[in-house]
T-cell receptor
Framework: NAGVTQTPKFQVLKTGQSMTLQCAQD?????MSWYRQDPGMGLRLIHY???????DQGEVPNGYNVSRSTTEDFPLRLLSAAPSQTSVYFC????????????????FGEGSRLTVL | QKEVEQDPGPLSVPEGAIVSLNCTYS??????FMWYRQYSRKGPELLMY????GNKEDGRFTAQVDKSSKYISLFIRDSQPSDSATYLC????????????FGKGITLSVRP
């Protein structure tokens, strides 16, 4: 059982370049999300999706784009990379948002380390 | 005031010590309380989860929730070098389709 798979694990970009971080899950989870993790800042939500075709902004969405065409995949696009986007990015999935019988527990990928020069 | 506050650390203890990790929160509607453990260069993984108030024990780990004080704790007994990791608290509101709210995490180092 692979869980949440992120690619690439490492990437170096030059300012202004674009790229896509891939995320796939095999748990049939409806909810998927992207976080960035920076020292002293904790996990910050970038974008999330509650199902195929539905996406919404999180806490720090600027400079990022997402789409959700299938239940399994939730790619994150950096449109024009900036040094401030140097970070570790985590994709996470869940059965759904917290509800009466669902804690909202998130399952995380191993992370993608991005450096923007 | 952020919804969830966590001691920033880092924390360094000798092997065998009892460790207490804490978070405070401001939203009284939180009912699900979780602790995630994140090893270096890995993603966070759920360590323990409690619902509402009380204690929950799992081996050397005890999670405690005090809703009257809006305070949660994770205790680690007989700490081991393998417990060295970053610990993040997280909480959510049931029945409100809410997302998890995370603390910033504290890095624990257990010295052999």
């Amino acid at each position: 059982n692979a869980g949440v798979t992120q690619t690439p694990k490492f990437q170096v970009l030059k300012t202004g370049q674009s790229m896509t971080l891939q995320c796939a899950q095999d748990m049939n989870h409806e909810y998927m999300s992207w976080y960035r993790q920076d020292p002293g800042m904790g996990l910050r939500l970038i974008h999330y999706s509650v199902g195929a075709g539905i996406t919404d902004q999180g806490e720090v969405p600027n400079g990022y784009n997402v789409s959700r065409s299938t239940t399994e995949d939730f790619p994150l696009r950096l449109l024009s990379a900036a040094p401030s986007q140097t970070s570790v990015y985590f994709c996470a999935s869940s059965r759904g948002l917290a509800g009466v019988s669902n804690t909202g527990e998130l399952f995380f990928g191993e992370g993608s380390r991005l450096t923007v020069l | 005031q952020k919804e969830v506050e966590q001691d920033p650390g880092p924390l360094s203890v000798p092997e065998g010590a009892i460790v207490s990790l804490n978070c405070t929160y401001s939203n009284s509607a939180f009912q699900y309380f979780m602790w995630y453990r994140q090893y270096s260069r890995k993603g966070p993984e759920l360590l323990m989860y409690t619902y509402s108030s009380g204690n929950k024990e799992d081996g050397r780990f005890t999670a405690q929730v005090d809703k009257s004080s809006k305070y949660i704790s994770l205790f680690i007994r007989d700490s081991q070098p393998s417990d060295s990791a970053t610990y993040l608290c997280a909480m959510s509101v049931p029945g409100a389709n809410s997302k998890l709210t995370f603390g910033k995490g504290i890095t624990l180092s257990v010295r052999p």
